[in-house]
């Protein structure tokens, strides 16, 4: 069974610049969703979505974070414009359904704000 | 406003002896609880589990225990090994109702 895929690794930008982060979970799972991991702090839930709609965006600075999981699949998460303390690991983990644990993560992108 | 609480930022133990992670949460309505393992530059891998209705939970050298009085659990390891060297995250949840919330992590160190 193939795991949580994303892209980029790695990924570095100039700030006010913009980014977007791209995320496939495992075949089947219905729930996906996007954390934001910062140096030396555990995950922190940016968004939750179950199918293409979204079950919890409480935590997403939606000024400038936006995402989307327009077919029920893969997932875009942007940031626009990006701020120094952006700067962080951007974990997107998946389920089989709402309430099904564990979550599966993927290896994450590690922005970098300058 | 921290739920779980992980508050030994490292841990450093010698090969074959026994590791002992903590963790503690204040929201009583948490009743599964998980630890993951993560390497450098990869994803959180899930390690094992326990729900509230169990205090013990083993597989293989990997064992957590559960004390719901005091909102807190520990993750034992015995022996450990040198593939151990990990940062260890301590999670919960409330029935799957909320996402998983998140402790800081250990930095587990297993000297050979």
């Known amino acids: 069974e193939a795991g949580v895929a994303q892209s980029p690794r790695y990924k570095i930008i100039e700030k006010r610049q913009s980014v977007a982060f791209w995320c496939n979970p495992i075949?089947?799972?219905?729930?996906l969703y996007w954390y934001q991991q910062i140096l030396g702090q555990g995950p922190k839930l940016l968004i939750q979505?179950?199918?293409?709609?979204?079950?919890?965006d409480s935590q997403l600075p939606k000024d400038r974070f936006s995402a989307e999981r327009l077919k029920g699949v893969d997932s875009t998460l942007k940031i626009q414009p990006a701020k120094l303390e952006d700067s962080a690991v951007y974990l997107c983990?998946?389920?089989?359904?709402?309430?099904?644990?564990?979550?599966?993560f993927g290896n994450g992108t590690r922005l970098t704000v300058t | 406003d921290q739920q779980v609480k992980q508050n030994s930022p490292s841990l450093s133990v010698q090969e074959g002896r026994i590791s002992i992670l903590n963790c503690d949460y204040t929201?009583?309505?948490?009743?599964?609880f998980l630890w993951y393992k993560k390497y450098p530059a990869e994803g959180p891998t899930f390690l094992i589990s326990?729900?509230?209705?169990?205090d013990k939970n083993e597989d293989g050298r990997f064992t957590v225990f559960l004390n719901k009085s005091a909102k807190h659990l520990s993750l034992h390891i015995v022996p450990s090994q040198p593939g151990d060297s990990a940062v260890y995250f301590c999670?919960?949840?409330?029935?799957?109702?909320?996402?998983?919330?998140f402790g800081k992590g250990t930095r587990l160190s297993v000297i050979a």
């Open positions: 983990a998946s389920s089989l359904a709402r309430g099904n644990l564990p979550l599966h």
């Open positions: 075949s089947g799972h219905a729930t």
């Open positions: 979505f179950q199918n293409n709609g979204v079950v919890d």
């Open positions: 929201n009583s309505m948490f009743d599964y």
């Open positions: 326990i729900s509230s209705i169990k």
């Open positions: 999670a919960a949840s409330d029935s799957g109702n909320t996402p998983l919330v």
